[in-house]
C-alpha cells in the first residue's frame, strides 16, 4: 500500500477537542503510516475554510458555546456538507455528532440547526447528566467488536428512520432515549457520544474508517498490543462495581 495516500482533515480544532479527541487523529494518522500509507493531515481552524477534498474528516467533542459557534461556521462554510456529497468519511464524537445532526440545543437554550448528514435531533436531557464508562456493541454490519468509550454529556439524540444505531449499549446511555442506542451513522458518516479517546480504546474503528476511504476489504496487519491492553484494562475496570 505504499504507493496510496490519504488526506485526514481534522475540523475546528481550536473549538471542538475539549476532551482528548485530538487523540482519534493520532490514531488514525498512525495506523495508515504502519500501512505504508502517505497521510497528508490538515488542522483547520474554525477561522479556515474547510477543504472539499479531504478523505477522512475528524470532529471532537466541546463545549455549549464553541459548538454553536462551530455549528454557525460550518453551515456558512459549507466544506464539510460538499465534502460528504462527494463521498468522504466522516466520523464525529459528542458535540460535533450532534451538530452533523438536523438541530441540538445550544447554550442559549435555543434549537440550533446542525448540518443534516446524520438523520437525528438532539434535545437537552432533564435528568442526571450521562457521565461514565460505556460498552456497546457495534451495529454486526459494520464488523467490528465491542466498543468501548467513556460518555459526558447532557444531550439526548433520537434516530430517525434513515439514521442506523451505531451501537447498542451493555452498560452506560449512548443517546440516552432509554431505547439502548448508541450513535448513528449512515454510509459513510459516523457519530458517537464515545471519549476515550474513542480511536485508542477502538483501533478496529480507525482501520474501518481507512478501509473506507480506500475502498478496500482488508488491510495489512499491524502490532496491536498496545490497544488490546488499553482495551481489556479499560473493559475491565468499567465492568467492576463501584
Known amino acids: ?18 476532551y482528548g479527541d485530538q487523540g482519534n487523529v493520532l490514531v488514525v494518522q498512525r495506523r495508515a503510516e504502519q500501512r505504508g500509507l502517505h497521510v497528508e493531515r490538515v488542522d483547520v481552524r474554525s477561522d479556515q475554510p474547510v477543504p472539499t477534498s ?27 456538507s460538499r465534502a460528504a456529497s462527494n463521498g468522504a468519511i466522516i466520523f464525529s464524537v459528542c458535540a460535533g455528532y450532534q451538530i452533523l445532526g438536523h438541530e441540538f440545543i445550544n447554550d442559549l437554550g435555543e434549537r440550533e440547526a446542525g448540518l443534516g448528514l446524520i438523520d437525528v435531533i438532539s434535545t437537552r436531557g432533564e435528568g442526571a447528566r450521562c457521565v461514565g464508562d460505556v460498552l456497546a456493541d457495534i451495529d454486526p454490519r459494520l464488523g467490528l467488536p465491542q466498543l468501548t468509550g467513556f460518555e459526558n454529556h447532557q444531550g439526548i439524540t433520537h434516530l430517525g428512520p434513515t439514521a442506523r444505531p451505531f451501537a447498542r449499549t451493555v452498560f452506560g446511555n449512548g443517546n440516552g432515549t432509554g431505547d439502548g442506542t448508541e450513535g448513528a451513522y449512515n454510509d459513510t ?11 485508542a480504546r477502538n483501533p478496529q474503528i480507525a482501520d474501518l474508517l481507512l478501509k473506507l476511504a480506500l475502498d478496500v476489504n482488508a488491510l495489512p496487519p499491524t502490532d496491536d498490543r498496545w490497544y488490546e491492553a488499553l482495551r481489556a484494562e479499560r473493559i475491565t475496570a468499567a465492568s467492576q462495581p463501584a
Open 54 to 80: 479531504g478523505d477522512i474528516y475528524l470532529i471532537g467533542g466541546g463545549e455549549d458555546r464553541p459548538q454553536r459557534l462551530a455549528s454557525e461556521r460550518l453551515r456558512r462554510d459549507g466544506g464539510l
Open 189 to 199: 458518516v459516523f457519530g458517537t457520544y464515545m471519549h476515550g479517546p474513542v480511536m
Open 1 to 18: 500500500m505504499s504507493d496510496s495516500s490519504l488526506r485526514l482533515v481534522w475540523v475546528y480544532p481550536d473549538l471542538l477537542s475539549t
